[in-house]
Each structure stands twice: as C-alpha cells, then as structure tokens.
C-alpha cells in the first residue's frame, strides 16, 4: 500500500503537508467533533485504516470517524514517518458515537470481528508495527468491557484452535489526523478499493458486561466469509429499519 501512496502523493499536489478537510463525505458531519455529553470516543488499530474506517462508518448511531495515528513517540507524524517505523504510531480510525443509540460493545464486536487481533505487527500482507492491532481509549469509563470483550474473545479463538491475541490495548491522549488523501478513502470516487484485514470468522458472543444496543440484523451485512466483505458492500451507513 505504501508504495501505491507513495505515487499519489508525488503526482496529486493538493495531496502534500497535513491538511485535512473536517468534512465526513458519508456521515455529513464533522471529522474533528468533540463528543458532547450524549457522546463518546474510542480509537481502533485494525491494519490498513481503509477498510477499518469504511467498518465503523456504517454503523448505525456511529456520529463521525476519522483515520489517524496514536500510540507513537512523536507530535504529529506523517504518513511517510509512521510507514518508516520509527515513530512507533499505528494506523488508528477514530471513532464518535452517540451513547442512546449504540454502546461499546457493538463497536467491540466490530473491532474483533473486523480483523486478525492474533497477527503481530501486520494484518494481511500489509507488514509493520503501523498495522498492529490496537485499542486506545480515552478514559478509563469502557476499560472493562474491552478487557472482558478480550478475555471472551481469547477463549472462542482457543475453542478454535486459533492463535493468542496480540492486541496492544491502553490509554492514551494523542491522536494525529492522518492527511486529507486518506479521510474516508475507500469512498472517493476512482480510489483503490483495498483492504488488508484478515478477519479470523470468529464471532464475539457475549461478554461480561456486554450491552449490545444494535439488532442482530445489522451484522447480517457483515459475512465475514466473504474475502473483502466491507469492501463489497456500499459506502452508505447502515438503517435500522424496525
């Protein structure tokens, strides 16, 4: 993928420095927004944030994502330092949610449906410590669900002979907006339609704590058996139609 964007960014001028355009072209809202006090954040590293962010977008009560970096040593790193790996950030989507209408949990059970938590520093082809699995959440409100979603988590993956998860989950307080040629990305008319998740089919269930607030049918649109089932489906965010 890095090379792909490397020719992007040297033939597309508009593409250069770190602007980014607050304008979600899918949720009409504004990438930058602060959650208010019916609101609340989270960030997720799940391999290339593409496809990751296309994910969360489509849920229902999702108010706003964005692709960014975290976790890293650096303020406000480019694309080029993170893919270099020696700034120490992942590929992180941000997500805002609207508390009344969806709860952490679904948002989990798309975290660890979406992609491989068990492959260390990659996801897919795509390899590095930017594609590593990760959690960050800014307080400490949701710190035991997504331990106990992990722990659940953990136990089907055992029951399926699959691997231990390698997913770095802590708090953190800096997040970098990823430059304007990556917001919503696989929405852009014309753009590679790519992703490099590597979904283990294994489905979340429920956890201790859990409180799903989506109706199951929702993750009907969601077939985890399909290679590139995000990628498949439209961009449009999903309805609750009952």
């Given at each position: 993928?890095?090379?792909?964007?490397?020719n992007?960014?040297?033939?597309?001028?508009?593409?250069?420095?770190?602007?980014?355009?607050t304008?979600h072209?899918?949720?009409n809202?504004?990438?930058?927004?602060e959650?208010?006090?019916?609101?609340?954040?989270?960030?997720?590293g799940?391999g290339?944030?593409?496809?990751?962010?296309?994910?969360?977008w489509?849920?229902?009560?999702?108010?706003?994502?964005?692709?960014?970096?975290?976790?890293?040593?650096?303020?406000?790193?480019?694309?080029y330092?993170?893919?270099?790996g020696?700034?120490?950030?992942?590929?992180?989507?941000?997500?805002?949610?609207?508390?009344?209408?969806?709860?952490i949990?679904?948002?989990?059970?798309?975290?660890w449906?979406?992609?491989?938590?068990t492959?260390?520093?990659?996801?897919?082809?795509?390899?590095?410590?930017?594609?590593?699995s990760?959690i960050?959440?800014?307080?400490d409100?949701?710190?035991?669900?997504?331990?106990?979603?992990?722990?659940?988590?953990?136990?089907?993956?055992?029951?399926?002979?699959l691997?231990?998860?390698?997913?770095?989950i802590?708090?953190?307080d800096?997040?970098?907006?990823?430059?304007?040629?990556?917001?919503q990305?696989?929405?852009v008319?014309?753009s590679?339609?790519?992703c490099?998740?590597?979904p283990?089919?294994?489905?979340?269930?429920?956890?201790?704590?859990?409180?799903?607030?989506l109706?199951?049918?929702?993750w009907?649109?969601?077939?985890?058996?399909?290679?590139?089932?995000?990628?498949r489906?439209n961009?449009?965010p999903?309805?609750?139609?009952?």
């Amino acid at each position: 993928m890095f090379k792909f964007l490397k020719n992007i960014m040297n033939n597309i001028h508009s593409y250069s420095g770190k602007k980014t355009n607050t304008y979600h072209r899918i949720l009409n809202t504004d990438i930058k927004l602060e959650p208010n006090s019916k609101e609340d954040a989270i960030i997720f590293g799940c391999g290339c944030f593409w496809g990751a962010e296309k994910c969360f977008w489509k849920l229902p009560g999702v108010v706003t994502t964005s692709v960014g970096y975290a976790g890293g040593d650096i303020n406000n790193p480019t694309y080029y330092e993170v893919c270099s790996g020696v700034t120490g950030h992942a590929e992180v989507v941000k997500v805002v949610w609207n508390v009344n209408e969806i709860d952490i949990s679904d948002l989990l059970k798309m975290f660890w449906e979406c992609h491989n938590p068990t492959q260390k520093n990659r996801q897919g082809n795509d390899i590095g410590t930017q594609y590593r699995s990760a959690i960050y959440y800014l307080n400490d409100i949701h710190k035991d669900k997504i331990f106990s979603s992990k722990e659940f988590y953990q136990k089907q993956l055992n029951a399926n002979n699959l691997g231990v998860i390698e997913t770095e989950i802590k708090m953190i307080d800096a997040y970098y907006y990823a430059e304007e040629y990556h917001q919503q990305y696989l929405a852009v008319e014309g753009s590679r339609q790519y992703c490099s998740a590597s979904p283990t089919k294994i489905k979340l269930g429920n956890f201790n704590g859990s409180n799903y607030k989506l109706p199951k049918e929702i993750w009907s649109n969601f077939n985890w058996n399909v290679d590139k089932c995000v990628l498949r489906s439209n961009n449009k965010p999903i309805k609750i139609t009952n």
